[in-house]
Each structure stands twice: as C-alpha cells, then as structure tokens.
C-alpha cells in the first residue's frame, strides 16, 4: 500500500552505510517542477526508518518548533488547506506566498511584524493583493498556534495600501497590443500570444490556464471555460478571428491544456505571473495579468457591442458590474468607436 501524498518516504541509500535507510520528506518544487526534499533521519534497517516516518507525520511540527521555518508552516498548512478550497483561490494563495521568499529559511517563532511588512512592502502588489498576503499569514499564523510554535500572531499587525478607484487597471494600448502581435516570436515574448488571447476573450488568467484542450472547438470557434461565478461557469467563448492562429498554434502543441509549459505540464499561476512580469519588463508596460480582462470589456463596449452579448461572454450576471468595473472611455475613443458604424 503507497503513502498518501505528502506523507514522506523511506528509501536505502547507495553504499556501505552503519545507517542505510534515509526518511525524507518533500520540502517543495524547484522552477522546473522537480521535489525538493528533506532529510529527517538516517536508520540501520527499514521497518525502524518507517516507524521514525510514522511518529513524524503523527505530529511533524512538534519536533523542535523553535527552529520549523516559515517554509515548514506553509507547507503543511496549504497540504491541508487547498484540498479544501477552490483552486482558484489556492492559486491567489500560491500568487502571494511568491513575496515571502525571502522569509522561506528563518525560523517561523523568529519572524515579527518588520519582517513581514519589509516583504509586503517589497512585493509590488496592488492592493486586492497586499490584502491576499496578509490573509495568507494570518491564516499561517493560525495553524501556528494552533501548533504551539507560536502564540502571538504578527500579522494582525501588517499594514496594507487602501484600494482607491484610481487604483482600478489601466487597459493595454493600441501600441502594447501591436507590439505583442508583432514580437510575439522574439525572445522574452514567449507568453505574448497568452496576453493576447486574454485580451481578445475576456478570460480570466486563472480561467486560462485551467482551459483543456478538450474544451476547444477550433472549427467553430469557441472556447467552453470559465470559473468564478454560477454566470461565468462554463460559458460560451467565441474566438475572435484576429487570435484564431495563435489559438490554433497552442492547440496543434497542447497534450491536456491549451496552455502549458515546454515541458508539457500545466503552468502555475505564480510561474505564470513571475514570466509575466519579466515580459512586462520588456515591453515597457506596468499591467497585470487581469488588465487583459479590462481591456477586452474596453474594446468590445468601444466597439459598439451589444451589452447581452458582453455580459455573456465576460460571464458576468449583471452588465452594470462589466460596465462600472471593466470599461475605460475618453471622448476620442467614443468617436472612433461611432466612427466605424
């Protein structure tokens, strides 16, 4: 009978060794999805080594919670946690968590309020995400005292940046937009063509990278996908002509997800946005990922659409939600838009 997942393993090592039988643990993922592991003890024979792996997972924080890293909590609480929960919000979880890397090695019991605001203020996040971060460590520390490995928690005390109107995103320009299309083949601009289909769909990242191949009807051009809301669950997308061969470039490649890595796995929202951020980087622009979602209402509300067919697609319920959150007008934009009546 296997182990279940994340419980550990036993294995004998190479050699003549007094303590041949190693027990480890998985202490995460490298970039390219490869376990990383942690060594727990070394035993003459295995039925001892698995004893030693048994007593562990009978309560593996209590071991010596002085010296459980931050990585330690997080990893047992989210092994728990995201079985729980929707991916969807596993994935925001996972997307914060990238800001406290460099908090991964120091003792949990050592970590105070200056250490977590130092992250916070470092990560870059907008404010819907600065308020993701601190829910993440509140419900860390939670599981932590929950563990005895610490009784006070810090991260009440954490403050975040207040979300203005004149934070809501900014649309990608006419010029962002030619400029994917045009260097979507050079290096560096290896996920323009996942922007783009965003821009063009209305799809959420998260909606995105869920999509699988099975859920793609190239010959009549639609997407069936969504997430979120009982209105945006399994909606009908169609493909718009201009993101046809892109759509068709990905499909011709995909095993189970339209979109995956080079290696054929499924991209995770932080490896996501962490090459997101870097193409960014090189188009000169500042968006996130979702700014694609407002620049699809944009351009479609510009266009003249019609407001059933919008609230359709974006899978919202009420077209006063798409038209209040999703739509950014100027006086030119609404003659070019009568303009091409």
């Not at 002085?66 to 909590?73: A, G, L, R, W």
């Not at 829910?135 to 928690?153: C, F």
Request: aromatic content about 12%; hydrophobic content about 35%; glycine content about 6%.
């Amino acid at each position: 009978m296997r182990n279940p997942n994340g419980y550990g393993s036993v294995i004998k090592m190479s050699g003549n060794r007094r303590n041949p039988f190693a027990v480890r643990v998985t202490n995460g993922w490298d970039d390219e999805g490869k376990q990383l592991y942690r060594y727990l003890g070394y035993y003459p024979d295995r039925p001892t080594a698995m004893i030693a792996l048994a007593e562990y997972n009978k309560n593996p924080l209590q071991i010596d919670a002085s010296s459980i890293t931050f990585k330690e909590v997080y990893d047992k609480w989210s092994t728990d946690k995201y079985e729980k929960i929707h991916y969807t919000n596993a994935n925001g979880y996972r997307a914060a968590y990238v800001a406290c890397g460099n908090l991964d090695k120091m003792p949990f019991a050592e970590i105070r309020k200056i250490h977590l605001q130092k992250a916070l203020d470092q990560s870059g996040f907008n404010p819907p995400m600065q308020k993701k971060f601190r829910t993440l460590l509140n419900q860390m520390y939670k599981y932590a005292m929950e563990n005895d490995i610490v009784d006070k928690n810090y991260a009440q005390f954490v403050e975040t940046a207040y979300y203005k109107k004149s934070d809501r995103r900014i649309p990608f320009t006419d010029f962002e937009i030619k400029r994917l299309f045009k260097d979507k083949d050079q290096e560096g601009f290896e996920l323009a063509d996942t922007i783009l289909i965003m821009i063009y769909t209305g799809l959420r990242i998260g909606e995105l990278l869920t999509i699988n191949k099975s859920d793609v009807d190239i010959k009549n051009r639609v997407i069936i996908g969504g997430m979120k809301t009982e209105a945006g669950r399994n909606r009908v997308i169609p493909i718009n002509k201009k993101i046809l061969p892109l759509i068709q470039e990905r499909y011709s490649h995909a095993k189970e997800y339209l979109i995956e890595k080079p290696n054929g796995k499924k991209y995770e929202y932080y490896l996501y946005n962490r090459h997101f951020k870097i193409l960014m980087k090189l188009l000169k622009a500042s968006h996130s990922p979702h700014d694609c979602r407002h620049t699809f209402a944009t351009l479609m509300s510009n266009a003249g659409a019609n407001t059933n067919a919008l609230q359709k697609i974006i899978g919202h319920a009420h077209y006063s939600t798409t038209a209040d959150i999703y739509t950014h007008k100027d006086i030119n934009e609404l003659i070019q838009a009568i303009d091409c009546i």
